[in-house]
């Protein structure tokens, strides 16, 4: 096995503004869990993932469970960006932020991010939570996000 990087987990504490974020002509909506193959689609190009990996791991099934919405941000009707939140108690979890390689450095996954905070506070969380990659690490400290600890990341050679 070989090191491959760090993965930051990172958090933001409730009471804390969020940045206005200037999301230009993004729209952004909440997905129905039989809308689960957007987020699928979205994610695996923006990870440069295979889709079938999305598409087991965000099921529809789990898409209706309470607390878990997923997003997707739309230019002229056409999906760009997603992220999915997860509310449980009194913390919302944020994962699989992507933006399609053609449309980054709009704001596109900070403005999705900011949007699952917000809705995540407004449903009771007073904290946020999110691992980093190394794309998305800066975009999350301007946010207000901070690093608790890094976690070692080994892959099989």
């Not at 923006?46 to 209706?64: D, I, K, N, Q, S």
């Not at 900011?114 to 980093?132: N, S, T």
């Not at 990659?133 to 976690?151: A, C, N, Q």
Request: hydrophobic share 45%; proline share 4%.
């Amino acid at each position: 096995m070989r090191r491959d990087v760090d993965i930051p987990l990172m958090a933001l504490a409730g009471g804390r503004e969020l940045p206005q974020l200037d999301q230009g002509d993004l729209v952004i909506e909440v997905l129905d869990p039989e809308q689960a193959v957007v987020h699928a689609e979205v994610a695996a190009a923006g990870f440069h993932a295979p889709v079938e990996a999305f598409l087991g791991l965000m099921t529809p099934a789990v898409l209706r469970r309470s607390g878990v919405r997923t997003y997707v941000g739309k230019i002229e009707g056409e999906p760009v960006a997603t992220g999915v939140g997860v509310c449980l108690a009194n913390h919302i979890g944020i994962f699989n932020v992507a933006t399609l390689p053609a449309y980054r450095r709009h704001g596109y996954g900070a403005a999705i991010t900011g949007r699952a905070v917000r809705d995540g506070l407004d449903r009771g969380a007073r904290w946020a939570w999110l691992q980093a990659t190394r794309d998305g690490y800066r975009i999350y400290e301007k946010l207000g996000f901070g690093t608790l600890e890094s976690w070692e990341c080994w892959i099989a050679t």
